[in-house]
């Protein structure tokens, strides 16, 4: 089982920048799947999620409105559109697999590793 975070650079202030995760070893779609990310020095922080059947898509107040995740199941993927970036969305990004709608980083049934987000003022 693996999950591979891919896409990440360095952006100036206001990019946009779209990650993309590809797993394998398992079929994504019977799973709820997100995105967390950690700066240095910091704990990890949930930062998207979307529901198996990509009904709900959940985001914590400081990326709503400018971040967006999406999956496509056929494919394995799970993407996170990032618009508006900010100098303090600069962090580790990893791409995981849920049990079910709890979001808390010790409910997680597979994390990736991550690609690096880096926005310049």
């Known amino acids: 089982v693996q999950l591979q975070a891919f896409g990440g650079g360095t952006v100036q202030a206001g990019d946009s920048l779209t990650l993309s995760c590809t797993a394998s070893g398992f079929n994504i779609s019977n799973y709820p799947m997100g995105w967390f990310r950690q700066a240095p020095g910091k704990e990890r922080e949930f930062v998207a999620g979307?529901?198996?059947?990509?009904?709900?898509?959940y985001y914590p107040n400081s990326v709503k409105g400018r971040f967006t995740i999406s999956r496509d199941d056929a494919e394995n993927m799970v993407y996170l559109q990032m618009n508006s970036l900010k100098p303090e969305d600069t962090a580790s990004y990893s791409c995981?697999?849920?049990?079910?709608?709890?979001?808390?980083?010790?409910?997680?049934?597979?994390w990736g590793k991550g690609t690096q987000v880096t926005v310049s003022s």
């Open positions: 995981v697999c849920a049990y079910g709608d709890n979001w808390s980083p010790r409910r997680m049934k597979y």
């Open positions: 979307i529901t198996w059947n990509s009904r709900d898509r």
